[in-house]
């Protein structure tokens, strides 16, 4: 089963608001970040947001003031709320998860990788 599981988009209206979740395994256990990039045809992958497990949040010049980004540590799960959404967040999201793993008693770090959800946003 996938160790990243995302969901939440969908079709909008300019100015309207969704939510996307992600939600990583249980067997991940040292989750340092999480966040999201978006990807549209024809444009650069951009970083839309990102959390760390302190709490501390970044976001991309074109979202900040209406995106906002959570995390739940205990439950490995991560929300980006957007508000006041514009044709222009049009994009497969992808949700990501950083995290620091053991491999033969050495310390790793692993990025994980949601499924991707479509959001689209009309006129």
């Known amino acids: 089963q996938a160790q990243l599981v995302e969901s939440g988009g969908g079709l909008v209206q300019a100015g309207g608001s969704l939510r996307l979740s992600c939600v990583a395994s249980e067997s991940i256990f040292s989750i340092n970040a999480m966040g999201w990039y978006r990807q549209a045809p024809g444009k650069q992958r951009e970083l839309v947001a990102s959390?760390?497990?302190?709490?501390?949040?970044n976001y991309a010049d074109s979202v900040k003031g209406r995106f906002t980004i959570s995390r739940d540590n205990a439950k490995n799960t991560a929300y980006l709320q957007m508000n006041s959404l514009k044709p222009e967040d049009t994009a497969v999201y992808y949700c990501?998860?950083?995290?620091?793993?053991?491999?033969?008693?050495?310390?790793?770090?692993?990025?994980?990788w949601g499924q991707g959800t479509q959001v689209t946003v009309s006129f």
């Open positions: 990501y998860a950083d995290a620091t793993v053991q491999v033969m008693g050495r310390t790793r770090s692993r990025t994980y």
């Open positions: 959390i760390t497990s302190g709490g501390s949040t």
